[in-house]
């Protein structure tokens, strides 16, 4: 059995990135890019107008003011017409919209006289006011990511803006999942004596939903046989880059995942770690994909999910995993007990400035309604002990 530490210095060390693919700019936002962008036009491709209002020629207006100009025509944003605007007239254009030809200076509609035939300047602009230059956002062959640049939805907004469709990044991993055991049958199935329904694989689908991460690309049952699992995990080889399964990875008469592992061929990165709950954890390297064997007791699916799921698919993305976290101080005592590494729900809430943190009720490897509303875990080390009210204690987010 290792530390806590170990396993993560483990999983940093051997997960490596999944190769760079072209995605749907859509599906491209949380990922790193593959590849450098490099602009192909200038935004905008035109000189435009930044305001509603009137464009003229500034050398138009000679002399003293006032100046009046007739209005040659009307441009609206997304007008094709090529139109050379007449000395001495004006346009009234509309913000985005294409200068004709020949203007150079846009004056705001509330800086004028204006009726449908004609515009009177009294106050002289100055020379190309509220005018946007070609390339003003962005200048062709401009680079505008790097190899390695993670995409926000602003940078997805700028890809859209250039024109691309799709883009080059370290992909999403495919997952699948899979719930172990001849006890556990699917929703709405009559139970019998001995029988309970399956929550996990439906609970790990939405925590990768809610992380970004879209469904299981595939979602299995398998019944506690070794043929059986190791078909299924066979099955799940092709096309996922990270099988997570639950339950049987004990070393009880019926826990076939590591038998499996070895069956298939498996190399083993480690088996077992000193935490609580979730101690049987396993992770292993199946061909191409990466394998994640967590306990099948809800509240340790959880756990293994917070620590080791999200370390792995972070790696596989070719990000470094940085949990949230803050200090709060501690609601009531909460007793330690054990050697392990402890980790906690904990429900937050505020007090003036203060952040308290109360510990799940009665939480148990088996007893997934603890967690109800919990917003991370209390991250602390073991030891018989009772740690106090009002201690400040390290907390990682959901």
Partial sequence: MITLEEAYRKIDQSVRALPARKVPLDEAVGCVVGSRVISPIDVPGFLSSSMDGVAIRFSDLRNNSPWRMLIQAIVPAGDYESRSLQAGHAARIMTGAPLP??????????????????????????AGEYVRDIGDD??????????????????IGILAS????????????????????TEIVERGAALKRGQIYDSNRIMLGSLLKRDNLGAPLLDRLCRDDLSALCETISECLNGCDLIITTGGVSVGDYDFVPGAISELGGTL?????????????????????????????????????HLFGKR?????????????VLHA?????????????????????????????DPAMRQSSGRLSSLKDIDGFIMIEGGDRIVSKGTSVYIELL
């Fill in 329 to 357: 101080e501690l609601g009531r005592d909460l007793t330690i007990s054990g050697p392990r590494f402890s980790m906690v729900g904990a429900r937050l809430r505020k007090v003036g400035d203060r952040v308290i943190a």
């Fill in 101 to 126: 030809d020949g203007a150079d200076t846009v004056i705001p509609f509330e800086e004028v006289e204006i009726d449908s035939t004609e515009v009177i300047i009294r106050k002289k602009p100055q």
């Fill in 138 to 155: 962005i200048r062709k062959k401009e680079e505008l990511f790097e190899e390695g640049d993670l995409l926000e939805p602003i940078g």
């Fill in 312 to 324: 792995i698919i972070s790696r596989l993305m070719a990000q470094e995993y940085r949990p949230r």
């Fill in 269 to 305: 990165l480690f088996h077992k770690v000193s935490i609580k709950p979730g101690k049987p954890i396993l992770v292993a390297k199946l061909k191409n994909s990466w394998f994640l064997g967590l306990s099948g007791n809800p509240v340790s699916v959880v756990a293994g999910y």
């Fill in 162 to 181: 250039i024109g691309l469709e799709e883009i080059e990044v370290i992909p999403r991993p495919k997952i699948a999942v899979i719930s172990t055991g």
